[in-house]
């Protein structure tokens, strides 16, 4: 026994012995790849910065956001539009009047009704002085880009939907330079047109948009009140066609009237009849709860 023991003790022994050569070996080589790789990091060259993104300029954005109208309208994509409408205040806060034409005159045809009429409220507003901050600094699009527009063929047809974006581009022009009649009367020929193309539900966020800038026009003059009616037969008909997205807009504008004349009384007994759809649009529903 006493034999078998050492034996196994000098097993062990030598065991070990070869583990912790085995283990120096090892991290030898550790220590030598490191090393290597060290040099490898250091010789590799630098990669090359990654070039900086142009900012978009205004020019640009408007006429993507009309290329995004246009796939919209053709897929009945009614959040692809609200996408357009949400994206068209960074074009309207920055971009020229005379940039704005540019872009109007590649998509509108020449020479049409629609066209002729864009272009006169366009010369009205240029006179007129903006009454808020914004387009006194910004900065008009280069020649190039200009002529870059210019070259391009105007549209032989032309959209209801982008006629109705155009015009309201316009009439928001109008009406932030004080121009109110002249933004109603754009306003007009909007719904004007919209009535015509009654069969087309991706109008109706343009008509919506319409009705709300027709009623600030009208608050503006001391009217809303004599809009009260037209209000009201444009919200049972919002009904009757399942327009929920104007039929919110019109529940707010006609408890705007009612209220703004002190009859509280029947704007909360409207509110209780009405139905109003909260999942249709997050700021009619806050503007509706105030």
């Known amino acids: 026994r006493t034999g078998a023991n050492a034996k196994a003790a000098s097993g062990s022994h030598a065991r070990g012995n070869r583990r912790s050569t085995m283990g120096g ?87 049409s009704a629609s066209a002729t009429r864009l272009n006169k409220e366009l010369d009205v507003a240029s006179r007129a002085k903006m009454q808020v901050d914004g387009e006194a600094t910004n900065k008009p699009a280069s020649e190039a ?15 209801p939907e982008v006629i109705a974006y155009l015009s309201l581009f316009v009439a928001n022009a109008l009406l932030a330079r004080g121009c109110v009649p002249e933004a109603e009367a754009s306003l007009v020929a909007v719904l004007d047109a919209a009535q015509a193309e009654e069969a087309r539900p991706t109008l109706e966020i343009f008509v ?46 006609i408890l705007r009237s009612y209220c703004e004349s002190n009859l509280i009384e029947q704007a909360a007994k409207f509110a209780a009849k009405a139905n109003f759809p909260e999942h249709v649009s997050n700021n009619q529903q806050v503007r509706y709860l105030y």
């Open 208 to 253: 919506a948009r319409a009705y709300f800038l027709k009623a600030r026009c009208a608050e503006l003059q001391g009217r809303l009140h004599e809009m009260r009616g037209e209000l009201l037969a444009a919200h049972r008909t919002a009904c009757l066609r399942l327009h929920e997205f104007l039929q919110v807009t019109l529940v707010n504008l």
């Open 25 to 111: 070996s090892s991290k030898d080589k550790g220590g030598k790849k490191g090393e290597a790789d060290g040099k490898d990091a250091a010789a590799a060259p630098a990669k090359p910065a990654a070039p900086e993104k142009k900012p978009l300029l205004p020019i640009d954005a408007l006429h993507e956001n009309i290329q995004l109208l246009e796939a919209s309208v053709a897929n009945k994509d009614q959040a692809g539009i609200k996408r357009v409408l949400r994206k068209n205040t960074f074009v309207r806060k920055r971009i020229t009047l005379d940039d704005f034409r540019v872009v109007m005159s590649v998509w509108l045809p020449r020479g």
């Open 145 to 159: 880009k200009r002529k870059e527009f210019s070259k391009m063929n105007p549209a032989d047809d032309v959209l």
